[in-house]
């Protein structure tokens, strides 16, 4: 679980919709939430990067975080977002559909992940929480933005 704890277990979550599923990442790895902005298309790089933007002077990669995480496309709307995400060194933006709210999640509350949830690969997964009624997925942003791994040219 790459999620900080607190002093009483609880791990503070941004929770985010895809489709009709819910998702989370850890409050710590989010720097800002971004309405739709134009995206720069880039020659040459993998289809689930959308693009590039610039935030205040500094240009950043955009991920569809749908193509990425290998769901069905969906146009964009007046609630998609642009989450800025930062894992270790690298600063990127991650497409989804809308942001819901920020919650805290008791440590025991979260199991980890089967080989797929929802359609997405375990791998890309950090575990799934429980709270009252409803499941999130939790991500895991070291994979689905490369720091998993040796980072190759293609």
Do not use: W
């Amino acid at each position: 679980m790459s999620e900080k704890t607190y002093a009483d277990g609880e791990v503070q979550l941004v929770v985010f919709k895809l489709g009709r599923e819910e998702y989370g990442i850890g409050i710590l790895q989010v720097q800002e939430i971004k309405r739709m902005t134009d995206i720069t298309r880039v020659p040459h790089t993998p289809q689930y990067i959308k693009g590039v933007i610039n935030l205040r002077g500094s240009v950043l990669p955009v991920l569809d975080l749908r193509k990425r995480l290998n769901l069905p496309a969906q146009d964009d709307c007046d609630a998609t977002r642009i989450i800025i995400v930062k894992v270790e060194d690298i600063t990127v933006g991650m497409i989804v559909d809308s942001v819901s709210e920020v919650t805290a999640l008791n440590q025991d509350h979260i199991e980890l992940p089967s080989t797929v949830v929802g359609g997405v690969a375990a791998n890309y997964l950090s575990g799934v929480g429980k709270q009252d009624d409803r499941l999130l997925i939790l991500l895991n942003l070291n994979e689905i933005i490369g720091t998993g791994q040796d980072n190759k040219a293609s």
